[in-house]
């Protein structure tokens, strides 16, 4: 959980701050009423705090990135190219879903999952500083389903930026916050993220969160 602790959960003076500490001050109340418990971080709290919210097409957030230096003007430009893309895939797949004509309405850069059914595989037990390679694309597609997932875990197309290259675990993910309701949420089966491994937002027009992709052991092979 990101965002600023409050007093509860700040350390008195000589002490230290706890998880316990750490949770009472991040939880809320169940949103939905169902008595589950439920926390808030920058994440959770981010429409709240937003003054206004644009719209995909609207031209002056594009035209302040430029301007600011967030982005230069190739990166904008390739970022609405594959967003105008994409658009017209979903409306595509939408409306008349007999005739896609690209790669079955997939959004680009077209990530393809080529296997019939995504079964269990040889643990790596993969812990925090060891070293690993990321398979290539055509090693990764062959474990996805049509979906484009492997037991439930989507590979996301920023992903693609990183196959072939190597890089150290960072930790193993359990449990994560949904952004939405602010419910934890428990991980099925391995989950990882890898130090300095993040989205670069090149087919999302220039998203600049950086979070952590989530990888599947499957997708990586050890280096000694």
């Not at 009472?24 to 169902?34: L, N, Y």
Request: proline share 5%.
């Amino acid at each position: 959980m990101d965002g600023e602790l409050g007093d509860a959960a700040r350390p008195a003076r000589g002490g230290t701050t706890t998880k316990e500490t750490l949770f009472a001050e991040a939880e809320r109340p169940d949103p939905a009423g169902e008595g589950e418990r439920a926390y808030s971080c920058q994440a959770t709290e981010l429409l709240r705090a937003t003054t206004r919210t644009l719209k995909w097409w609207e031209p002056e957030q594009y035209v302040e990135d430029v301007r600011s230096g967030n982005a230069p003007v190739a990166n904008v430009l390739r970022g609405l190219l594959v967003g105008f893309l994409n658009k017209f895939q979903q409306v595509n797949a939408r409306l008349l879903p007999r005739f896609c004509l690209l790669h079955n309405c997939k959004p680009y850069p077209f990530v393809l999952g080529t296997a019939q059914a995504t079964s269990g595989h040889e643990p790596l037990g993969l812990e925090p500083g060891d070293l690993v390679e990321i398979k290539s694309k055509e090693e990764i597609f062959a474990t996805l389903d049509e979906r484009d997932r492997n037991r439930g875990l989507r590979f996301d197309s920023e992903m693609l930026h990183y196959c072939g290259m190597r890089a150290r675990v960072l930790r193993r993910v359990e449990h994560i916050i949904d952004e939405q309701t602010g419910k934890m949420l428990h991980i099925k089966g391995d989950c990882i993220i890898l130090e300095d491994v993040v989205c670069t937002g090149t087919y999302h027009r220039s998203c600049p969160r950086r979070i952590f992709p989530y990888w599947r052991e499957v997708w990586l092979r050890r280096v000694s």
